[in-house]
């Protein structure tokens, strides 16, 4: 990670010189860092991947829900995230996407009644897995969970990934100009292709764990301290009014 201007980035070179220079098998990468807010560059890095025929495993949890992501124009391989974060919904639900291609070279690391072949036999004990993406599924189903996932799902279909990216836009950027009004270095990129919904900023002159304990007590606003460094992450949901709340509880 370095700085560039005011924000701490790691550059896309950087990854992929990196994966060049140590013959790399599999690069894993969270589309967006859960501290810093970065986005990166998916596009780009996959298609390295792919020339080089490294594997590209993602994880999308700080994504999917906020940003289109297309597996196949990027390149990606493997791609993961829980439902509980912008995705909005239950916790124990989440997604999991394999190339086809590599279904047969990637084990499940568990064998179960669900993921192999003839599962509704319970007479016969038949471990061969199953040939679809099935054989990850190895126990019984979180059907609640499964159910909140889909109608959370269902839900930011209809208003659109790109809707929504721009309601964050809008909300954040107007959290970073009432940040830095108040004195506040923000840490987060903010360029097109690298800012998030998250808001990674920090004080000098006040204690950051006080910050979030007398937001939630005193005004019940909730942030979070990840790395030493404040964090808001508003979404579509929030109104200017919280945000500016929040800018106006702030020391």
């Known amino acids: 990670m370095i700085t560039v201007g005011k924000h701490r980035v790691v550059p896309v070179e950087k990854i992929i010189a990196a994966a060049d220079h140590w013959r790399t098998r599999l690069v894993a990468l969270s589309h967006v860092e859960y501290a810093s807010g970065q986005r ?28 289109p992501v297309d597996v196949k124009a990027m390149n990606i391989d493997y791609l993961s995230a829980d439902g509980h974060k912008w995705l909005l919904g239950p916790e124990g639900a989440g997604i999991f996407y394999i190339r086809r291609e590599l279904i047969e070279k990637t084990r499940p690391p568990l064998i179960g009644w669900m993921n192999v072949v003839d599962a509704l036999n319970y007479g016969t004990y038949n471990y061969t897995l199953r040939p679809d993406a099935g054989r ?14 889909k109608a959370a799902v269902e839900m930011l279909a209809d208003l659109g990934t790109q809707a929504i990216s721009a309601r964050l836009k809008a909300l954040t950027d107007r959290l970073i100009d009432g940040l830095s009004a108040k004195g506040y270095q923000i840490i987060s990129p903010r360029e097109d292709d690298a800012w998030s919904g998250i808001v990674s900023f920090a004080s000098t002159k006040h204690d950051h764990s006080l910050i979030v304990s007398t937001l939630r007590k005193e005004h019940r606003i909730e ?24 800018i106006a509880a702030l020391p």
């Open 40 to 67: 990166h560059d998916l596009e780009r890095i996959g298609r390295f991947c792919r020339e080089k025929k490294i594997l590209f495993c993602v994880d999308g949890i700080q994504t999917l829900g906020v940003w």
């Open 136 to 149: 990850y599924e190895c126990g019984s189903y979180n059907v609640p969970g499964l159910l909140g996932l």
């Open 223 to 246: 942030i979070v301290l990840r790395e030493g460094r404040l964090r808001a992450s508003p979404h579509f949901y929030n109104t200017e009014e919280q945000i500016d709340r929040l």
